[in-house]
């Protein structure tokens, strides 16, 4: 079957799922006053091929992938106390995976007014804008391509998706909450388990981000974000700084360094007098190791991203519907600069298909550049040649 023939198919899948959207819907139970659950469920899914990516490494690989598959459960049992608890697939991309499903959120949350709240438990580390969407409150399918904070590497090495078991105090000042913040306290870097991790004192992971709201005030859960409102939350210019350190957080047991990594970012949304919607996202993040040249040489190495990097979106959203749906074309551009390997940068561009904001859209876009080939791995000496990557992807939830 040609790439073509593949492509009609997905197409075909998604339609036959969108048509099935409708049947759903997410329950709210209530038992009395300040009592109430909810739960929900998402699901990301896609087609992707890549340019010399098959095995031969000269024809394009094709391939339909699951990406996340997520069970949402929020609850409150007293007016101050309230519960989430979420659940997500891993091992769930590549061939004949397992599909485990792993505990994502697991927060017990102390909410008392809007200038202090705290949650405890396993829960998303205050960092980048990126990060507290999630993937599912994005502005496009892919994930962010700039480097991760450490609580986004598997295994509980640090956390797992951005999470890691620790305390958040969050809050907005002012009476009209311009001003936001959330800073923490997190495990990190799990030195039990596996001969030769860094951390070997034991030393807790320190987190913070600040944000101010310029237009108007993003509403959103607790000290979680979205990248676009689809112009619902009318005019945005949201300003943030973030920073995490963690002593003896990189590199090996023998020769451990300290992680300091610290973003900005800005949102900017702009409803226009046709009713359109114009979006602008960017990212600046720097991160510091320290780590030697034997830490980086070491087959147990924790080898943070040292360097650099940023990426910038724009997207404008047509106000007249085609059919169930309207269309967001957009570009992306992202260049990570690392100090100990090679640079890798990636140039995007498509169009999402909005139906029901994040709860339902499709997403067809097409990928130039080196970040598909070098990938994530920062240590020096890697290598990888520029290719195209063509995706067609839907994501739902309820």
């Not at 700039?146 to 956390?159: I, M, R």
């Not at 907005?172 to 306290?185: H, N, P």
């Not at 390997?341 to 139906?355: K, L, M, P, V």
Request: some cysteine.
């Amino acid at each position: 079957m040609n790439i073509c023939k593949q492509s009609t198919f997905t197409i075909v899948f998604f339609a036959m799922l969108l048509i099935a959207l409708p049947a759903f819907a997410g329950p709210k139970l209530e038992f009395g006053d300040d009592k109430w659950m909810s739960i929900g469920a998402g699901a990301r899914v896609h087609f992707f091929a890549q340019e010399d990516g098959a095995a031969d490494g000269e024809n394009w690989s094709k391939h339909f992938g699951l990406e996340n598959m997520r069970l949402y459960v929020n609850g409150q049992f007293h007016k101050y106390l309230k519960i989430e608890f979420n659940t997500d697939c891993t091992n769930c991309l590549g061939d004949n995976s397992s599909g485990t499903m792993i505990v994502l959120d697991a927060i017990g949350k102390f909410e008392f007014n809007q200038y202090v709240n705290i949650w405890g438990g396993r829960q998303l580390v205050p960092s980048d804008r990126a990060e507290l969407d999630g993937p599912y409150f994005q502005n496009t399918f892919d994930f962010n391509k700039t480097p991760f904070y450490p609580s986004d590497f598997g295994n509980f090495v640090a956390g797992r998706f951005g999470r890691d078991d620790g305390i958040n105090l969050w809050g907005a000042f002012f009476e009209d909450k311009r001003l936001t913040y959330v800073v923490g306290v997190f495990d990190g870097v799990d030195h039990s388990g596996m001969a030769g991790r860094p951390n070997t004192g034991d030393n807790l992971l320190w987190a913070g981000r600040f944000s101010y709201n310029f237009w108007n005030v993003e509403k959103n859960p607790g000290y979680y974000t979205s990248s676009t409102y689809y112009g619902k939350g009318g005019d945005i210019l949201t300003l943030a700084f973030a920073i995490q350190h963690h002593e003896d957080g990189a590199g090996t047991a023998a020769n451990q360094s300290d992680f300091t990594g610290y973003s900005t970012d800005l949102l900017m949304e702009k409803v226009l007098p046709n009713k359109g919607v114009l979006t602008f996202e960017g990212e600046y993040k720097v991160f510091d190791t320290g780590l030697t040249q034997a830490a980086l040489t070491a087959d147990n190495c924790f080898c943070l991203f040292d360097g650099d990097s940023w990426t910038a979106t724009g997207l404008y959203l047509f106000p007249q519907k085609l059919g169930i749906g309207q269309l967001q074309p957009y570009v992306r551009y992202t260049a990570n600069n690392p100090d100990f390997s090679t640079s890798r940068s990636e140039i995007e561009f498509g169009t999402n298909y909005i139906i029901d904001g994040h709860n339902a859209k499709i997403a067809l876009f097409y990928q130039y550049g080196d970040i598909a080939t070098k990938g994530r791995v920062w240590t020096p000496g890697v290598t990888g040649d520029d290719v195209g990557v063509i995706k067609l992807a839907l994501q739902w939830q309820i």
